[in-house]
């Protein structure tokens, strides 16, 4: 994708266990991740007497370390008001459950992401892990990714500590102080259920979560929960209303990447990236396509096992954006699988499986 060209004012990256103020009464955190995306960004916000944590860092060994450095170093002595999470995912409420008890703080979320959350958490149960396999069989897994499906279980649970069993619920448009400083909650949907957003007009910053990041399109995928979601139009929808809610002027403040300044440029750029994708989709489906035919046409490179699953999901949401709209239509084979092709203007219907093989 042709990025606009956005301004990132700090050039120092915090050292791990380190805080680097971004704006006045608000730090910059690094932690690591296990994974090809190998950091997250949380903040720190300065609140009266004490502070508000923004996103916790996935739950491993070096995060609680970490955090135990970060405790005993810059916040020794910091009251911690509560531990806001911006949405679901591992990375971001993974240690809710260990920081909120030890720090007797509680845990400030919208009610999708928290509940999502621990229900995912919480299941082990075999029904999980059939419905996980009948999505993947359904997008076209092979025997061979099947049987890692089906080894990896539930993954989300092994990537958390148990969700805090209580929240104190964040809504679309809710207004709270925090510090000398009034946030506003701004709704997003398509990355995760109810993400949100922190908007500080008083600041100009704007904390995007996963939402908007600068240099990579945020995931949005189908995932087997809700294997007929249209998470594309949600995302696309949500990007819209952010918009015409933030100026463009704001500092943002990314999960992912850099602080950078061009909000509205780089809402621009992700359209104008899925966009192209959807084009690259609808071509593609000249003939009869499985989302995992659709993998290596929307990305060019080499996937771990990992990021298969997300570009599988991701995959999905461009062709259930396509049938949403009323350009693909989708058949199910005798063995579950989704086919999806283009609706004919001749009125001659879609290619049958097979046909186009
Ligand atoms: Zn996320």
Redesign the pocket.
């Known amino acids: 994708m042709t990025d606009a060209v956005l301004d990132y004012p700090f050039d120092a990256i915090p050292e791990p266990g380190a805080l680097v103020e971004v704006a006045p009464g608000v730090s910059w955190l690094r932690m690591p991740l296990p994974f090809a995306l190998d950091h997250i960004n949380l903040w720190v916000l300065e609140d009266g007497d004490g502070v508000t944590l923004v996103d916790t860092g996935v739950a491993s060994d070096t995060t609680k370390a970490l955090w135990d450095t970060l405790l005993a170093g810059p916040l020794a002595g910091r009251r911690v008001n509560r531990v806001i999470a ?2 679901f ?1 591992p ?2 409420m993974g240690l809710a459950g260990w920081l909120c008890p030890r720090l007797d703080a509680p845990l400030w979320a919208t009610l999708g992401e928290w509940t999502y959350g621990a229900m995912l958490a919480f299941d082990d149960s075999t029904a999980f892990v059939d419905n996980q396999v009948a999505f993947y069989a359904s997008a076209g897994f092979a025997p061979d990714m099947l049987a890692v499906v089906r080894e990896r279980g539930n993954p989300y649970a092994s990537r958390v500590v148990p969700i805090p069993p209580a929240v104190r619920r964040m809504v679309e448009g809710e207004r709270f102080t925090i510090g000398a400083h009034e946030w506003q909650v701004v709704v997003g949907r398509g ?2 259920p109810e ?1 949100a957003a922190l908007w500080c007009p008083g600041l100009d910053v704007l904390i995007s ?2 939402q908007v990041l600068p240099r990579i399109s ?2 949005v995928s189908v995932w087997p929960q809700e294997p007929d979601a249209d998470p594309l139009s949600l995302f696309i929808d949500s990007l819209g209303v952010l918009k015409a809610t933030v100026p463009d002027s704001v500092l943002v403040l990314p ?1 992912h990447g850099r602080p950078f300044r061009g909000l509205h440029a780089r809402i621009g750029d992700l359209l104008t990236h899925h966009d192209a994708r959807l084009v690259d989709t609808l071509e593609a489906c000249t003939t009869a396509q499985r989302a995992i035919d659709l993998v290596s046409v929307l990305f060019k490179r080499t996937l771990d096992v990992h990021q298969t699953f997300f570009a599988v999901g991701e995959a999905m949401a461009h062709l259930h954006r396509l049938v949403a709209t009323g350009t693909l239509e989708r058949r199910r084979d005798a063995d579950g699988v989704w086919w999806f092709s283009r609706v004919s203007s001749m009125g001659s219907g879609p290619l049958a499986p097979g046909e186009s093989h």
């Open positions: 911006t949405h995912h990375d971001h990355h995760s993400h979560g996963d945020p995931n999960s």
